[in-house]
């Protein structure tokens, strides 16, 4: 069925370092995916996103990269800021119609 | 600075009452959702409209109806509270059928007691 997983619940990363956030997605169908950001308190905002006719998508300190073959989408934010400390949600969406499938969440923790 | 917003940060409510949460967004998008997020589960679809007193069942509908009168405005109905819908609720708006990234508001979080 459909369904966007992530491998860690929780990554602890050095401030400075860079991050790199998975998710896993099982509809071969999905052919749009976002990522989300959302802090404590929030809702969840857009971050960045890839259609499935492409493989990397690069914004401001972030890139997302989509592997079809594997049905993988992960996330890297350079150089890691204490702002970066959120919760990060994949999402995918089929396109027959607007509904959204997100994945549970991964939390990013910035050590000092 | 366009906006998703949700009429309670927080409430209270007792078991059996009939809640309303309120969501009111100023884009002029036609699609409107509300979620729920509990955690270890995500963001979990209640209902969603595609237009003004248009609706579709989300994955968790039991429990719950919605109302859209106006285009700007999509409310949840809690017809009689329970303690298992103590949760976040989320309430999001997109521009059209075409999988744009949704805007969401800041959330309610709702305690049943």
């Known amino acids: 069925g459909e369904s966007v997983g992530l491998h860690l619940p929780t990554l602890s990363v050095q401030e400075g370092d860079n991050s790199i956030i998975n998710c896993a997605y099982s509809?071969?169908?999905?052919?749009?995916f976002i990522w989300y950001k959302q802090e404590s308190g929030k809702g969840p905002q857009f971050i960045i996103d890839?259609?499935?006719?492409?493989d990397k998508r690069q914004g401001q300190r972030v890139t997302v990269l989509l592997n079809k073959t594997v049905k993988h989408l992960s996330l890297q934010i350079a150089a890691t800021q204490p702002g970066d400390s959120a919760v990060y949600f994949c999402?995918?969406?089929?396109?027959?119609?607007?509904?959204?499938?997100f994945g549970k969440g991964t939390r990013l923790h910035i050590l000092p | 600075d366009v906006k998703v917003t949700q009429s309670s940060r927080y409430l209270v409510k007792r078991t059996g009452e009939k809640v309303f949460l309120e969501c009111v967004q100023d884009?002029?998008?036609?699609?409107m959702f509300w979620y729920r997020q509990d955690p270890g589960l995500g963001l979990r679809l209640i209902y969603f409209?595609?237009?003004?007193?248009?609706?579709e069942k989300g994955d968790i509908p039991e429990g719950y109806s919605v109302s859209r009168e106006k285009k700007e405005r999509f409310s949840l109905i809690l017809e009689s509270a329970s303690t298992n819908q103590t949760s976040m609720y989320l309430c999001?708006?997109?521009?059209?059928?075409?999988?744009?990234?949704?805007?969401f508001g800041s959330g309610t979080r709702l305690t049943v007691v």
């Open positions: 884009m002029d998008h036609e699609n």
């Open positions: 999001a708006s997109s521009l059209a059928r075409e999988g744009w990234g949704y805007t």
């Open positions: 999402a995918e969406n089929i396109g027959r119609d607007d509904k959204i499938i």
């Open positions: 409209s595609y237009d003004v007193k248009m609706k």
């Open positions: 890839i259609r499935s006719n492409m």
């Open positions: 509809n071969s169908a999905s052919d749009y």
